[in-house]
């Protein structure tokens, strides 16, 4: 029976639906990316070991690099992760996604291995 490490389970899980959406989704990597930062979207750096938290934050940074649009009267007509993802090359997005693979690779070892480092 394998031993598993609940204390990164929550990061594990959405970074398992996230990955999900991104290897199955038809569409380009920017709309991929779209859906699955909805799925880690809630995880913050309490859920994650301090060895990600610098990868986690380069991955939120780049999804929102580009700011929300700003209409006229002030309101929000496009969050910053639509504007930003509508204004990358699909090169950066694959960037992207290879970071949030990586940083589910690194949950996966903790989750079922239970260790610190890989």
């Known amino acids: 029976m394998i031993e598993v490490n609940p204390r990164y389970f929550y990061a594990y ?6 990955l999900y959406c991104l290897a199955t989704e038809p569409d ?8 699955a930062y909805w ?3 809630p995880v913050g750096k309490k859920h994650l070991p301090e060895h990600l938290q610098n990868d986690y934050q ?8 580009f700011g929300p649009e700003i209409g006229r ?13 509508n204004r990358i090359r699909n090169s950066t997005g694959s960037k992207i996604a290879e970071r949030i693979l990586h940083i589910y690779h690194q949950l996966n070892w903790l989750y079922m291995e239970g260790e610190e480092e890989p």
């Open 13 to 18: 899980e959405k970074f398992n639906d996230a």
């Open 39 to 41: 799925h880690f979207r």
């Open 28 to 35: 380009d990597v920017r709309q991929r990316l779209r859906s």
């Open 58 to 65: 380069w991955v939120l940074n780049q999804l929102t690099r």
């Open 73 to 85: 009267d002030g309101k929000v007509l496009r969050g910053a992760v639509e504007e930003t993802l």
